[in-house]
Nanobody, 128 residues
Framework: QVQLVESGGGLVQAGGSLRLSCAAS????????MGWFRQAPGKEREFVAA????????YYTDSLKGRFTISRDDAKNTVYLQMNSLKPEDTAVYYC?????????????????????WGQGTQVTVSS
């Protein structure tokens, strides 16, 4: 079992920044990578970024490259999502997720079905 707890969401003005955290506990060693997804009202959940626990390789959805940065702290078993130059269209609930055991590689990162543990989500609201 892996437990994921997100934090750091909130209300921010356009152009501002937020850093989300995802604290992982449990059998985290069995997951090769962690991902961030988001879901805006009335829209499907979409991939944001992923990072490997080992080596720290990162992968982003093209539209967010340069504004969002994913990172990890191995000692704290925590993954972060730094979000800069926020726009109203970034408003969504942000979720972190753990890649299924045995899955590896960027082919799987954007696929919701490749993740088996999810956090409860944290709301990010960007005002114009």
């Amino acid at each position: 079992q892996v437990q994921l707890v997100e934090s750091g969401g909130g209300l921010v003005q356009a152009g501002g920044s937020l850093r989300l955290s995802c604290a992982a506990s449990g059998r985290t060693f069995s997951n090769n990578a962690m991902g961030w997804f988001r879901q805006a009202p009335g829209k499907e959940r979409e991939f944001v970024a992923a990072i490997r626990w080992s080596g720290g390789n990162t992968y982003y959805t093209d539209s967010l490259k340069g504004r969002f940065t994913i990172s990890r702290d191995d000692a704290k078993n925590t993954v972060y999502l730094q979000m800069n130059s926020l726009k109203p269209e970034d408003t969504a609930v942000y979720y972190c997720a753990a890649l299924k055991r045995g899955y590896s590689g960027s082919y799987y990162y954007p696929r919701i079905s490749a993740y088996d543990y999810w956090g409860q989500g944290t709301q990010v609201t960007v005002s114009s």
